[in-house]
């Protein structure tokens, strides 16, 4: 039996996009950087958020670990083995153990297989059992995820379902092989509130149920505070905080996940809450290659040290870490020399 320690490690993962041509047709700028060297540790078992608005990196790492892509430098590391350019019977494997869910289950669920054959693929591909084992597992994998009778569900088509089923299906299809780890990526961003709330506890039950480690990625710091153990919060391909999801709802330190939590609707606590007011009404001019990646639009930063020098994310308390020259603790609210 595994320990309850890390079962997967991102160590300087960094991915970065060739620009071939831009819009019309010319050379383009030459790279976009996604990921720039995150460091992640996630144990065994637990939900672990990664948090950050659109374009920030979190859905490239989720790829990056399910295998859809390559990184550009670094190491992705699962049960202290390096991953990292697996091939043909290994990468099979490795597919076996770690899934993704994806943001719209319409366009991952192939529209030509039945609800059953969408399920029982990934048995087909690994070669489970024989055809009766295979029925059983998928029937089994779809009353779990609450679509019942499970074979009324099973010969039908995606087009016929709900977008809630069809997540359902989804988180389904990803179960079916009982992996030790899955990606699911901002699996609620396209169901009202609630049907996530329906499928936040379906996640809650799975890994209560396989013992599976779950890395959720989303927009939103309260889906995140719902369902995670811990939280790590990303902006342009920089991990800029971590912390247990309680330190980081209710002490955060790093001005971009301030702003983040004064984006939150506080419906009934108008002019009861103080909101932390860590963004810039206009945005600074910045170098690409120099500073904190958060200076251009943070409201606290120091003028000159934060546009030229590059905080490092580091231990300020246990389970917790920050890449910024003054967090919001006692000794470093006030950062002198603020514009």
Same mark, same amino acid.
């Given at each position: 039996?595994?320990?309850?320690?890390?079962?997967?490690?991102?160590?300087?993962?960094?991915?970065?996009?060739?620009?071939?041509?831009? @819009? @019309?047709?010319?050379?383009?700028?030459?790279?976009?950087?996604?990921?720039?060297?995150?460091?992640l540790e996630i144990a065994r078992g637990e939900i672990f958020g990664l948090v950050g608005e659109s374009g920030s990196g979190k859905t490239t790492a989720g790829r990056l670990i399910v295998k859809l892509e390559e990184p550009t430098a670094g190491r992705i590391l699962l049960d202290g083995e390096d991953i990292t350019g697996l091939e043909?019977?290994?990468?099979?494997?490795?597919?076996?153990?770690?899934?993704?869910?994806?943001?719209?289950?319409?366009?991952?669920?192939?529209?030509?297989?039945?609800? @059953?054959?969408s399920i029982a693929e990934p048995l087909v591909i690994h070669k489970y059992g024989d055809s009766r084992s295979r029925r059983e597992r998928v029937l089994e994998t779809i009353a779990m995820v609450g679509l019942s009778p499970p074979a009324g569900y099973a010969n039908r088509y995606p087009h016929q379902l709900s977008g809630g089923q069809?997540?359902?299906?989804?988180?389904?299809?990803?179960?079916?092989?009982?992996?030790? @780890?899955?990606?699911?990526?901002?699996?609620?961003?396209?169901?009202?509130?609630?049907?996530?709330?329906?499928?936040?506890?379906?996640?809650?039950?799975?890994?209560?149920?396989?013992?599976?480690?779950?890395?959720?990625?989303?927009?939103?710091?309260?889906?995140?505070?719902?369902?995670?153990?811990?939280?790590?919060?990303?902006?342009?391909?920089?991990?800029?905080?971590?912390?247990?999801?309680?330190?980081?709802?209710?002490?955060?330190?790093?001005?971009?996940?301030?702003?983040?939590?004064?984006?939150?609707?506080?419906?009934?606590?108008?002019?009861?809450?103080?909101?932390?007011?860590?963004?810039?009404?206009?945005?600074?001019?910045?170098?690409?290659?120099?500073?904190?990646?958060?200076?251009?639009?943070?409201?606290?930063?120091?003028?000159?040290?934060?546009?030229?020098?590059?905080?490092?994310?580091?231990?300020?308390?246990?389970?917790?870490?920050?890449?910024?020259?003054?967090?919001?603790?006692?000794?470093?609210?006030?950062?002198?020399?603020?514009?």
């Open positions: 039996m595994r320990s309850n320690g890390a079962i997967l490690r991102l160590e300087a993962l960094s991915k970065t996009y060739r620009v071939k041509k831009n @819009f @019309f047709g010319g050379r383009g700028a030459g790279s976009v950087k996604a990921l720039s060297t995150v460091n043909g019977r290994a990468l099979r494997s490795y597919r076996g153990r770690v899934q993704m869910i994806f943001q719209d289950p319409y366009q991952s669920l192939n529209p030509q297989l039945s609800i @059953f054959e069809r997540q359902r299906v989804a988180i389904a299809r990803a179960m079916v092989m009982e992996p030790d @780890f899955v990606v699911a990526d901002e699996p609620t961003s396209m169901l009202d509130a609630s049907y996530s709330a329906k499928i936040f506890n379906i996640l809650l039950d799975v890994r209560k149920r396989y013992n599976v480690t779950i890395l959720f990625i989303t927009h939103s710091l309260a889906a995140a505070r719902y369902l995670c153990n811990k939280i790590a919060v990303i902006y342009r391909g920089h991990i800029v905080e971590i912390g247990t999801a309680e330190d980081v709802i209710h002490r955060p330190l790093h001005p971009y996940t301030q702003a983040l939590l004064d984006a939150l609707p506080r419906f009934g606590q108008s002019g009861l809450q103080k909101p932390y007011g860590t963004l810039r009404e206009n945005g600074r001019a910045a170098s690409s290659d120099m500073g904190c990646v958060f200076f251009p639009r943070c409201g606290k930063a120091h003028r000159i040290r934060c546009s030229r020098e590059s905080p490092e994310l580091e231990a300020v308390g246990p389970d917790r870490k920050v890449a910024c020259f003054y967090p919001d603790t006692e000794k470093g609210r006030a950062a002198e020399g603020n514009p």
